[in-house]
Every structure is written in structure tokens, then in C-alpha cells.
């Protein structure tokens, strides 16, 4: 069972495992310097539907069935399901999944979803409810925008500051098992802001929120950043990634050298128009399920923090000139189900 490592970590004592996992993509991600390493990449993004919105759960569909696939598993071997992206009533999701008949639970953690969904999923197998789960999220560049900003078909220009939401997917099945990666600890966080009211300067809006996640971390299992191989954040962007860098130094943590961004990785900012750098919840979806957790089972990286950040306003919130509170929630995972890492 779970045990409490001060006042925000949970230590999971059986160390559930991700099984399998699998990513999806598009065009542009496919353009990106880990375009090679997504499971599936299919460069018409209505992926054969009528809609960017059915599209995108398409999109969940197919990453879902690919880690069932790669797992050896039915959707029946599957007792939970969690899953949500950026659209109302996380629609994407729904219609994306409905057909698999998994028990569903619906999530909504803005870009911080896919962290969101492994940490529950984790926690129930750790707690022994169910024998293996499900997390899947997804975003799409144009379901985004038309909900978020503005028409395609309006041309607004983009501040530098601004991200590129990506057009993908992940999915993870967690379960025990005796190969890793291993889910070690979790830190849920809590609603942060900043009066940051500038809808294209995410970054600005969610560092706080991973700065507070990631020092109540530290200071509850009495680590630091040198006991980790690398601190991955979805995603900050470059104006985020910069300011968690400040934000952590006040804290007397030195980043440099160990934090990596998902919306830098997933994106190359010198030869792809991105701005700031990837975003939206597919974004850190895909970079962990392409990049991070195949790198763990090939034994490059042992000791990792992953911590989705994400922006938890609406078009509504944003329209009525409310400000924008952000959230970011930890995951320590592991080549070793018990040692390292502090």
C-alpha cells in the first residue's frame, strides 16, 4: 500500500509498472526530432474523419489500441480506464474510446492530463482494485484552436511567447510487473497562479505551479536534482522552462543540466514555426510514451521526474478577464522498483 513521504509525496510500495505504452502522431510531430520514434504517424491529421474534433479521438483510439497490442492484451484485461484532453466535456475522448468497453473515468488537467492519468491509474493498481489500468490523452493543433483562440481561417499573428499545439496521442497500461519502468512516487499538485491573464504565454502561467510542485518534492523525499538523470516538465515551452529554472534557484535548487522540456523535444524551434515550443496535452502524451520511456527500457535513463503542467482556464475564464491558475503533477519513476533516487 501507498505510504505518505511528507506532506504532498505518496511512496508506492509495490512500485506498479508501465507495461506498455505507445504514441501517435501527425504530420508535424512526424517533421520533429523524435518523429521517427512514435509508434504510429499518420500525416493526414483528420485521420480519415469529418472533423479536427473526431479526429482527435481517433487519434486515442489508435494509441490505445497500439499499447494493447504491444502488451498482448484485450480491452477486457483492461479494468480502468482514464482518459481527457483539452475540448469540452472532453469529447475527444469520449467518442474516441467508447467502442474499447473498458470502465471509463474522464479527466480534465488541462496539459498536465497525461501525468494526471497514470498517477490514478498507479495509485489503484498500488492499492490493489484493479489488476492494470489505462491512461490515454491526446490534443489536437486545430480542435484547440478553434475552441481556444481564434478561426484558422483568421490568420492572427502569433506572439513569440506563444506554443504550438501538438497533434497527438499517448497511451500507457500500468500493472505489476517484474520488468520496468517503475512508478516509484507521486505528487499531486495543487492550483497555482500568478495573474498571468495572457492566453499565449502558457509557459508564464504554469511554471509557478511546477516550481511549487517540484520543491514540495524535493523537500519531502530529501532529494535534489542530482539524484535524478533528468527532470522532464509538458510542457513549459522555452519562456516556462526559463522561468522554472529562476523560480527553483530561489529555492536553491539548481536545474541546469538535468531539466528537459516536452515542448522543446517534441518541436525543433530553429527549423519548425512553433514560437515558444510544443504544448497541449498530447504534447507531453507522446513525448513520454516516444521518447522518455522507451529510453528507460533501454536502460539511457534510470532515475526520472516527469511532471505535466498544465493551464486550467477556459474560453469562458479567459473572456471575463479572470486570470489563469496552473497545475502540475510529479511522477518519479524508475529502472529499480526500489533502489536510487534518493
Given at each position: 500500500?501507498?505510504?505518505?513521504l511528507?506532506?504532498y509525496?505518496?511512496?508506492?510500495?509495490t512500485?506498479?509498472?508501465?507495461l506498455?505504452f505507445?504514441?501517435?502522431?501527425?504530420?508535424?510531430?512526424a517533421?520533429?526530432?523524435?518523429?521517427?520514434?512514435?509508434?504510429?504517424i499518420?500525416?493526414?491529421?483528420l485521420?480519415?474523419q469529418?472533423?479536427?474534433?473526431?479526429?482527435?479521438g481517433?487519434?486515442?483510439?489508435?494509441?490505445?489500441?497500439k499499447?494493447?497490442?504491444k502488451?498482448a492484451?484485450?480491452?477486457g484485461e483492461?479494468?480502468?480506464l482514464?482518459?481527457?484532453?483539452?475540448l469540452?466535456?472532453i469529447?475527444a475522448?469520449h467518442?474516441?474510446?467508447?467502442?474499447l468497453g473498458?470502465?471509463f473515468?474522464?479527466?480534465y488537467?488541462?496539459c498536465?492530463?497525461?501525468?494526471?492519468?497514470?498517477?490514478?491509474?498507479?495509485?489503484?493498481?498500488e492499492g490493489?482494485?484493479?489488476?492494470?489500468?489505462?491512461?490515454?490523452?491526446?490534443?489536437?493543433?486545430?480542435?484547440?484552436?478553434?475552441q481556444?483562440r481564434?478561426?484558422?481561417e483568421?490568420?492572427?499573428?502569433?506572439?513569440?511567447?506563444?506554443?504550438?499545439?501538438?497533434?497527438?496521442?499517448?497511451a500507457?497500461?500500468?500493472?505489476?510487473?517484474?520488468?520496468?519502468?517503475?512508478?516509484?512516487r507521486?505528487?499531486?499538485?495543487?492550483?497555482?497562479?500568478?495573474n498571468?491573464?495572457?492566453?499565449?504565454?502558457?509557459?508564464?502561467a504554469?511554471a509557478?505551479?511546477?516550481?511549487?510542485?517540484?520543491?514540495?518534492f524535493?523537500?519531502d523525499?530529501?532529494?535534489?536534482?542530482?539524484n535524478?538523470?533528468?527532470?522532464?516538465?509538458?510542457?513549459?515551452?522555452?519562456?516556462?522552462?526559463d522561468?522554472?529554472?529562476?523560480?527553483?534557484?530561489r529555492e536553491?535548487?539548481k536545474?541546469?543540466g538535468?531539466?528537459?522540456?516536452?515542448?522543446?523535444?517534441?518541436?525543433?524551434?530553429?527549423?519548425q514555426?512553433v514560437?515558444?515550443g510544443?504544448?497541449?496535452?498530447?504534447?507531453a502524451?507522446?513525448?513520454?510514451?516516444?521518447y522518455?520511456?522507451?529510453?528507460?527500457?533501454?536502460?539511457?535513463v534510470?532515475?526520472?521526474?516527469f511532471?505535466a503542467?498544465?493551464?486550467?482556464?477556459?474560453?469562458?475564464?479567459?473572456q471575463?478577464g479572470?486570470?489563469?491558475?496552473?497545475?502540475?503533477?510529479?511522477?518519479h519513476?524508475?529502472?529499480s522498483?526500489?533502489?536510487?533516487?534518493?
Amino acid at each position: 500500500m501507498a505510504t505518505n513521504l511528507g506532506n504532498y509525496t505518496l511512496n508506492l510500495d509495490t512500485s506498479p509498472s508501465l507495461l506498455s505504452f505507445a504514441a501517435v502522431g501527425s504530420k508535424k510531430e512526424a517533421e520533429g526530432p523524435i518523429g521517427k520514434q512514435f509508434d504510429i504517424i499518420n500525416e493526414d491529421s483528420l485521420f480519415g474523419q469529418k472533423t479536427w474534433e473526431l479526429a482527435e479521438g481517433q487519434m486515442q483510439k489508435i494509441a490505445a489500441e497500439k499499447a494493447l497490442e504491444k502488451a498482448a492484451l484485450s480491452p477486457g484485461e483492461i479494468k480502468m480506464l482514464f482518459a481527457g484532453d483539452l475540448l469540452n466535456q472532453i469529447t475527444a475522448s469520449h467518442y474516441g474510446l467508447r467502442e474499447l468497453g473498458i470502465p471509463f473515468i474522464g479527466l480534465y488537467g488541462a496539459c498536465s492530463t497525461m501525468s494526471q492519468s497514470v498517477i490514478l491509474a498507479s495509485m489503484m493498481v498500488e492499492g490493489g482494485l484493479i489488476n492494470r489500468g489505462m491512461a490515454v490523452t491526446s490534443s489536437h493543433f486545430c480542435s484547440a484552436e478553434r475552441q481556444y483562440r481564434f478561426p484558422l481561417e483568421y490568420g492572427g499573428q502569433r506572439p513569440p511567447t506563444a506554443q504550438w499545439t501538438a497533434t497527438a496521442a499517448g497511451a500507457v497500461i500500468v500493472g505489476q510487473s517484474s520488468a520496468p519502468p517503475y512508478i516509484r512516487r507521486v505528487c499531486v499538485g495543487t492550483i497555482e497562479n500568478k495573474n498571468v491573464k495572457d492566453l499565449t504565454n502558457m509557459g508564464a502561467a504554469m511554471a509557478p505551479a511546477a516550481a511549487q510542485t517540484l520543491s514540495r518534492f524535493f523537500a519531502d523525499t530529501g532529494t535534489g536534482p542530482d539524484n535524478y538523470d533528468v527532470i522532464l516538465t509538458g510542457d513549459l515551452g522555452q519562456v516556462g522552462s526559463d522561468l522554472l529554472s529562476q523560480l527553483m534557484e530561489r529555492e536553491g535548487y539548481k536545474l541546469e543540466g538535468k531539466h528537459a522540456d516536452c515542448g522543446l523535444i517534441l518541436f525543433d524551434r530553429d527549423t519548425q514555426k512553433v514560437d515558444a515550443g510544443g504544448s497541449g496535452c498530447g504534447c507531453a502524451a507522446a513525448v513520454l510514451c516516444a521518447y522518455l520511456l522507451p529510453a528507460m527500457r533501454k536502460g539511457k535513463v534510470n532515475e526520472v521526474l516527469f511532471m505535466a503542467t498544465g493551464a486550467l482556464m477556459s474560453p469562458t475564464s479567459v473572456q471575463q478577464g479572470q486570470d489563469i491558475p496552473g497545475i502540475a503533477h510529479l511522477m518519479h519513476l524508475s529502472t529499480s522498483p526500489k533502489a536510487g533516487g534518493g
